[in-house]
């Protein structure tokens, strides 16, 4: 079951752009990750932000967390073609294993 | 180095085989995870393993069965599966709770 959504489904811009991808979730978290899939292949690991923590920061990636409002935001700053891929937000609710869930994803697609 | 390796990269099998999908990690991490991604959707978790135990089984059928046989190794065992099952099946590992975890590049599986 998906703890909650993205939006937008889809993002298409052009090289030099900025893409801003949101996270909505509905339980109590310790944490949200932000993971990028190129092709179908495995994730990547771009940002982990704890629950206490509001924003952070890993070179062109800037990731917001609102608990308030239960939401979070993936920034990436001046885009290059090789960004292209599928971004992925997961949240790790609190009294778990580490029990990731994920969003159902924002397809990014940056054009030369 | 936060390398998870898995072996096979792709997987065909009839309804009557058996198979067997490994992962591997040298990181010393002692919570695993294997999961199961469609096309065009969000990994979903199907087991999680701590101090080689298991501790979830998101209520998988039975005709996968994940062992751990030492604190670097995960399998998956696959015997009588369905088309359905057709899939991306991704294998990550956390050095613990609360903490990020790192994904392998996954065996994209097709059941014939």
């Known amino acids: 079951s998906q703890q909650g ?3 937008p489904q889809a993002l298409s811009i052009q090289e030099g752009e900025n893409a801003t ?10 944490n949200l990750q932000w993971y990028r899939q190129n092709s179908g292949r495995g994730l990547v690991h771009l940002i982990l932000i704890r629950s206490n923590e509001r924003e952070k920061h890993s070179g062109r990636l800037r990731v917001t967390l609102d608990t308030s409002k239960k939401s979070s935001s993936l920034l990436i700053t001046a885009s290059r073609a090789a960004d292209t891929a599928s971004y992925f937000c997961a949240t790790d609710a609190t009294g778990g ?4 869930i994920f969003g159902a994803g924002t397809r990014l697609a940056v054009h030369p | 180095d936060t390398e998870v390796t898995q072996t096979p990269k792709h997987l065909v099998m009839g309804m009557t085989n058996k198979k067997s999908l490994k992962c591997e990690q040298h990181m010393g991490h ?10 065009k959707k969000p990994p979903e978790l199907m087991f999680v393993y701590s101090y080689e135990k298991l501790s979830i089984n998101e209520s998988v059928p039975s005709r ?4 751990c046989p030492n604190s670097s190794l995960l399998n998956l065992h696959l015997h009588a599966l369905q088309p359905e099952d057709s899939a991306l099946y991704l294998c990550a590992s956390a050095g613990g709770f609360q903490e990020t975890q790192y994904f392998g590049p996954g065996t994209r599986l097709l059941v014939l």
């Open chain 1, 5 to 7: 959504e993205e939006d």
């Open chain 1, 21 to 30: 991808m949101n996270c909505s979730y509905k339980t109590s978290i310790n």
């Open chain 1, 97 to 100: 294993y580490n029990k990731l």
């Open chain 2, 30 to 39: 002692r919570a695993m995870y294997w999961y199961k991604q469609k096309a």
């Open chain 2, 64 to 67: 996968f069965s994940p062992e």
